[in-house]
């Protein structure tokens, strides 16, 4: 994959050159001076302007020069001695040129010379690249917050576009993947869950119909998926994190609907746990246990947290905790490390938490995004164990 996007860059690269040595060649007025096109055409690509290309390339040939020697009639650079004094300021500002004041006290000048080609061009790039920082910092100040808008819903049509709207929103993918489907749409689905799993680690939880033919499949996906199953389910959903979701017809699959509206993915997830997690039923216990997986696991749902922390103690091993969340009654954002002591799933009050014990030997209740009677409300689970 790599290779075949340095293989198109560089293509697109030497048709780029081509097309501005063209566009060079047929303006006279455009001609640089004793410059190489393809030096003259790459370093416009950089970013440099026709007189800054002009300026550093004569300083790379003849070494240090004042600014009337640069600017002389003879001097082949053809800049106006105005300009030349904001080029150089410009070259010298982004590393690729050094200035010196020479001469007696009433009879001082600059003089300027190109850095070594190879320093100079690293010191180009990362004057850019500060930029970039600086620029992406006040970006970040400005931009859309998705947390004081609710999002939106936006419909698609023909299932061809849920498909790959499915495959964008998984290949988003952080934390976790909660999905309820049916066997065909999985199947579909399939390779790019696989993979989010084999490169990020991220827990799939997926519930499909029973009924299912290819049941030789199935035992190869138990691998990846936390699979469990439903007799009839209302409708088909998929959600990423806490951030995306997508819901489609069951009947008509051509209809369907990307959901960025915060509100109503908190309810898919409640109605994906209550609804159907809660009432599913594994594929194979011992399966399901051997799931593979990656530690530690971050996460973001409590259910699954709580699942994964008793399939740990279960082994008899001590599962270590970290927490970002904020403290319930305060809403002061906090990190939390700990050692969870044990976790509790009661489907009758609704309650998930993880009581949990600090360096310090304090113990805290851990709950969900929200919880009411926990110290903690957590917005990632980091659970490894020892």
């Not at 988003?172 to 696989?194: G, Q, R, T």
């Not at 194979?284 to 409590?302: A, C, F, K, Q, T």
């Not at 002061?332 to 799933?345: C, D, N, T, W």
Request: proline share 3%; glycine share 4%; hydrophobic share 40%.
């Amino acid at each position: 994959m790599v290779e075949s996007r340095l293989k198109t860059a560089k293509s697109d690269l030497e048709e780029t050159l081509n097309d501005i040595e063209k566009k060079i060649k047929s303006f006279k007025s455009l001609d640089p001076p004793q410059i190489d096109y393809k030096l003259y055409a790459l370093l416009r690509r950089l970013g440099l302007t026709k007189y800054e290309i002009l300026v550093y390339v004569a300083l790379v040939q003849r070494g240090s020069q004042t600014v009337s020697q640069l600017t002389a009639s003879k001097s082949q650079t053809g800049i106006p001695q105005p300009r030349a004094y904001d080029v150089l300021g410009s070259l010298v500002k982004y590393g690729l040129v050094e200035e010196k004041i020479a001469g007696k006290e009433k009879r001082r000048t600059k003089e300027y010379r190109a850095v070594p080609p190879e320093e100079g061009l690293d010191n180009f790039m990362n004057f850019f690249m500060f930029a970039k920082n600086r620029a992406l910092e006040e970006l970040n100040l400005i931009m859309y917050d998705e947390e004081k808008d609710h999002g939106g819903i936006w419909s698609i049509n023909q299932e061809e576009n849920i498909l790959r709207a499915a495959k964008r929103l998984i290949s988003k993918a952080k934390y976790e993947v909660l999905l309820v489907s049916e066997f065909n749409i999985l199947e579909s689905l399939i390779p790019d869950l696989s993979q989010c799993h084999a490169e990020k680690g991220i827990t799939i939880s997926v519930i499909i119909k029973e009924g299912y033919k290819n049941v030789e499949n199935l035992f190869d996906w138990v691998k990846f998926l936390k699979l469990r199953f439903r007799k009839i389910f209302s409708m088909p959903y998929l959600i990423i994190d806490r951030n995306y979701a997508l819901q489609w017809d069951r009947d008509k699959q051509n209809l369907g609907q990307e959901i960025e509206n915060k509100d109503i993915i908190r309810t898919l997830i409640d109605h994906f746990y209550f609804s159907n997690w809660r009432i599913s039923h594994p594929f194979n216990d011992h399966l399901n246990s051997e799931m593979v997986r990656s530690y530690p696991l971050h996460l973001v749902n409590i259910l699954t947290a709580t699942e994964e922390v008793n399939l740990i103690l279960e082994k008899k091993y001590k599962p270590k905790l970290i927490i970002y969340g904020k403290i319930t009654k305060t809403g002061e954002r906090v990190k939390l490390r700990g050692i969870a002591l044990s976790s509790k799933i009661d489907w009758k009050t609704g309650t998930f938490n993880i009581l949990i014990r600090n360096d310090t030997g304090e113990e805290f209740t851990i709950g969900g995004m929200l919880a009411s009677i926990e110290d903690i409300t957590a917005d990632q689970i980091s659970i490894d164990y020892e």
